[in-house]
Each structure stands twice: as structure tokens, then as C-alpha cells.
């Protein structure tokens, strides 16, 4: 299994309130990846990045913010949580020479 | 836009019996991938099965198999001689834009597998 961690497991926070999501690694990958998923419509992309400090957007970034400082390392802030940030976040990792991400346990957000 | 569509909200299998997961996609790409994850009930995504779109041989891994037909777009799961254990959330995804990546997933088809 790959050395994936997500913390915290569980989560409940109120509306306005600043929040930050740590994915850690022990694979040296170079890609890591935040998602989240809701039901009715899977996994959705929210940020990844592609080596310490280089990050993109995904397909539902709007008020989500990430950073990179080491390759360990991938941080996701929701600067301001609202209740439709409520799901379950997950983080994945990839290596450079493979296709398939690997998926860290999640994390169950609420945000009341 | 890349899209992947599962049709088929839940399955029903005996045990011991082969099933067949649908997935269709669109893409305008040239180089994709497919992929299938299974999400138990206990929550975590497990890799599967990848599917590269040059790739001429099906893939196999243990007793899924990934049913390509790139005339169709469908990136078919089949599951050989189903087991309990097997009842999950089935996912299918697609890579795009080579580089980083990305995933684009369907919306999940729950199997369960009657002993």
C-alpha cells in the first residue's frame, strides 16, 4: 500500500471558519492530488501540483487553496468553509513514471 | 471535454458468477487512459485496473479484466467469479492532458454480491 496519510480523519467546523487539510507521503511522488467526492457525482479534482511549490487548479477550485513547501507535504485551506464544502476530501499521489494515483483514507468534512 | 458515464446505478450478481460494469467516455484526445477504482463500504479508493488508449491487448489484473473497445469509447470492468467481498462502489475514470494527469471520474455503479 502506498504510504499515504490524510489528517484530520474527521472534521466538523462552522460557517466562516478557516480550515486546512494536510496530505502527507512517505513515496517521494511527485504529483499529488485533492479531491473531493459528494454523492451523485463521484470524485471531483479540486487542485493538484507537479513538485514542491508548482500547483494548477481542477475542475472545482473556487474556494479551495493548496500549498506545497516539501514534496511530503500537500496542504488544502478553505480560507472561509460553507456548507457546501461539506464532503469527503481525499488525497492522492501519483509517480512520474505511472498512471495509476493511489488514494490516501479521506477526510469527512462538515461544516454546520 | 473529457466525460465518463456509468449507466448503471447498481448491479446485482450471484456469487461465483461474472459481471460486467459499464463505462463509456468522450474524449478528443489521442493519449488517454482508463482506469476502474472499487470504494468499499469502508471508504477507501483501491486501484484496479488501467487501461492505456495504445494499448492494444485488454488488460487483466487477477479476475478483472478491462473490456476495451475504442471504436465504442466503452472501458468495460468484468469481474470473474464474484465474490462477497467484491460488493463495493465501482468507479470508473480517465486521464487527460498528459503531464499532470488529470482524472475525470463517472458517478460510481454499486455492486452487491448475493451468496
Known amino acids: 500500500d502506498a504510504g499515504i496519510t490524510q489528517s484530520p480523519r474527521h472534521k466538523v467546523t462552522e460557517t466562516g471558519t478557516p480550515v486546512t487539510l494536510r496530505c502527507h507521503q512517505t513515496?517521494?511522488?511527485?504529483?499529488m492530488y485533492w479531491y473531493r467526492q459528494d454523492p451523485g457525482h463521484g470524485l471531483r479534482l479540486i487542485h493538484y501540483?507537479?513538485?514542491?511549490?508548482?500547483?494548477d487548479k481542477g475542475e472545482v477550485s473556487d474556494g479551495y487553496s493548496v500549498s506545497r513547501s516539501k514534496t511530503e507535504d500537500f496542504l488544502l485551506t478553505l480560507e472561509s468553509a460553507t456548507s457546501s464544502q461539506t464532503s469527503v476530501y481525499f488525497c492522492?499521489?501519483?509517480?512520474?513514471?505511472?498512471?495509476?494515483?493511489?488514494f490516501g483514507p479521506g477526510t469527512r468534512l462538515t461544516v454546520t | 471535454a473529457q466525460k465518463i458515464t456509468q449507466t448503471q446505478p447498481g448491479m446485482f450478481v450471484q456469487e461465483k458468477e461474472a459481471v460486467t460494469l459499464d463505462c463509456t467516455y468522450d474524449?478528443?484526445?489521442?493519449?488517454?487512459?482508463l482506469f476502474w477504482y472499487k470504494q468499499p463500504s469502508s471508504g477507501e479508493m483501491i486501484f484496479l485496473i488501467y487501461?492505456?488508449?495504445?494499448?492494444?491487448q485488454n488488460a487483466t489484473e487477477g479476475r478483472y479484466s478491462l473490456n476495451f473497445q475504442k471504436a465504442r469509447k466503452s472501458a468495460n470492468l468484468v469481474i470473474s467469479a464474484s465474490q462477497l467481498g467484491d460488493s463495493a462502489m465501482y468507479f470508473c475514470?480517465?486521464?487527460?492532458?498528459?503531464?499532470?494527469?488529470?482524472?475525470?471520474f463517472g458517478k460510481g455503479t454499486k455492486l452487491t454480491v448475493n451468496p
Open positions: 492522492a499521489i501519483r509517480d512520474s513514471l505511472d498512471h495509476e494515483q493511489y
Open positions: 513515496e517521494n511522488h511527485r504529483y
Open positions: 501540483s507537479y513538485g514542491v511549490k508548482d500547483t
Open positions: 474524449t478528443s484526445d489521442q493519449s488517454y487512459g
Open positions: 487501461q492505456g488508449s495504445y494499448d492494444e
Open positions: 475514470a480517465m486521464r487527460y492532458k498528459g503531464g499532470s494527469e488529470k482524472l475525470v
